[in-house]
């Protein structure tokens, strides 16, 4: 039976470069298949753009490819990288001087485009497109003057031309993470686009593939604290098969764990409904996947199915949302949190004297209700307690109600509760970006190819 064999190079901007070396030199891989982006990820590439047009794209995705071409070239190892964020055109160019760089002639680099839409947005809203918030209902005329960026999730259709014309370098803009993993199945495997059984069975894999370490013992929690050499962690490594089903292992001397343990934990990750996992290219459903120990980190995935993609595309938007003051300030004992509650109050009222507004406040006490917030968690009531931190954060229009929270913040060093400290040097007034969640039809959607050679 036919196969191909798939490895995880990166789960995240960011993401240590390590186990993507690793993987070229040791694994035996047809496919590096590399995740940058994030909804978030999208609106700084946006503004980097913005400020200088040969930037937008994720400034790992060079280092990256410095350290796995030279190897991956040799041991014919195909790259796709969605690392092209806000500007794949100019990451490609980026890709091309590398090449120059490292002496690497011959090579077809592929760029995949067409997902940003947000010069088409006044175009199709006259079209009767709202581009309607998928939580609230409402249009997106209410902050279309505010709009950064509109990126649409591609699926595999242009990664699958650039493969089929002989790139040996694809880097996209903004696609479904599982396309990355699912086109060079498509490619290699013969699979129709609309053979949603195998099309969904190849995304459920990809989905358990592509958060690199989360499926190999990262973040694992049934039983983190057996996970072997969890700093030198190996990636996925993925053999598909013809029929959908697929042998999930790591890079061979890595550290960390594959079992029906671990690969259940990222299953489960963003996956919302398990019988309708939705992505650009097939609605996958695996309520009744099995995972089968075969070896040593070795499971095979089967029993994934899928059902016809949805009719339209989900589109990665952003907004300019206000901007963010903050402080945080730690109170030591005796009677740490007391100290922290009238530090809040002392705050709150210097900020009132200030003629302070805000849109939404957030009081934190690191470590105790940062995560769940209050009225979750009962007060601390040990009087012996060491130390309390507290961080008090504010949204509001502009930039100079924001910077109040830190100037105002100042006075607890000297005039509020005793043991006051850690306030330390003023941040940088943050500016805040909102995620937009909406659709477009599909119809309006194509995705563009452009070869480049090296």
């Known amino acids: ?25 040791r694994a035996d ?48 190892i195909r790259i796709v990288s ?17 090449c120059g760089e490292l002496g690497l002639t011959g090579l077809r680099i592929a760029v995949v485009d067409g ?59 903004r696609v479904t993470d599982p396309a990355l993993f699912l086109a060079p199945m498509r490619h290699e495997l013969g699979w129709a686009a609309d053979d949603w059984h195998r099309l969904g069975a190849g995304t459920g894999v990809a989905h358990v593939m592509e958060c690199g370490g989360q499926a190999t013992g990262g973040l694992y929690a049934g039983g983190w604290q057996k996970v072997p050499r969890k700093h030198e962690i190996g990636y996925p490594v993925g053999e598909v098969f013809e029929n959908g089903e697929a042998v ?16 259940s934990e990222q299953l489960v990750y963003e996956m919302h409904d398990p019988a309708n996992y939705l992505t650009a290219d097939v609605v996958a459903d695996v309520t009744n ?29 952003g907004y300019e949302a206000g901007y963010i003051g903050e402080a945080l300030f730690t109170f030591t004992w005796p009677d740490a949190y007391a100290k922290s509650v009238g530090g809040i109050e002392f705050l709150e009222e210097r900020l009132r004297m200030a003629g302070f ?39 509001c229009a502009t930039a100079e109600q924001a910077a109040k929270v830190y100037r105002e913040s100042v006075s607890l060093f000297n005039n509020g509760p005793a043991g006051a400290s850690g306030i330390g040097f003023a941040p940088p007034t943050k500016q805040l970006l909102a995620a937009w969640p909406t659709l477009i039809p599909r119809e309006a959607m194509t995705a563009g190819v452009t070869m480049l050679e090296v």
């Open 1 to 25: 039976m036919r196969s191909v064999k798939l490895g995880t190079g990166t789960a995240y901007w960011g993401d240590t470069l390590l186990p993507a070396k690793d993987m070229v030199e």
């Open 82 to 98: 969605d690392g092209g964020g806000a500007n794949p055109q100019a990451a490609g160019r980026a890709v091309v001087d590398l």
């Open 289 to 317: 996947i099995t995972f089968t120990e075969v070896g040593p980190d070795r499971v095979r995935v089967s029993n994934v199915t899928g059902k016809e993609r949805p009719a339209a595309l989900k589109v990665n938007m």
């Open 357 to 395: 507004e805000a849109d939404d406040v957030r009081v934190e006490y690191v470590g105790h209700t940062s995560m769940f917030g209050p009225g979750l968690v009962p007060e601390p009531d040990d009087p012996d307690q060491l130390e309390v931190a507290v961080r008090y954060a504010a949204r």
């Open 115 to 173: 997902d940003d839409v947000l010069d088409r947005i006044d175009h199709l809203m006259e079209q009767g497109i709202a581009f309607e918030n998928l939580d609230t209902g409402e249009p997106l005329s209410t902050v279309r003057d505010r709009l950064t960026h509109a990126n649409v999730y591609m699926g595999t259709d242009g990664i699958l031309e650039a493969l089929e014309r002989g790139a040996d370098i694809v880097i996209t803009g």
């Open 29 to 76: 891989i047809q496919y590096l298949c590399c995740d940058h982006l994030a909804e978030l990820t999208m609106s700084i590439l946006t503004k980097q753009k913005r400020r200088n047009p040969d930037r937008g794209y994720t400034s790992d995705l060079i280092p990256l490819l410095r350290s796995v071409l030279p190897t991956a070239r040799e041991r014919g």
């Open 248 to 263: 999930i292992s790591k890079t061979p001397d890595s550290g960390g764990e594959v079992s029906p343990g671990t690969l």
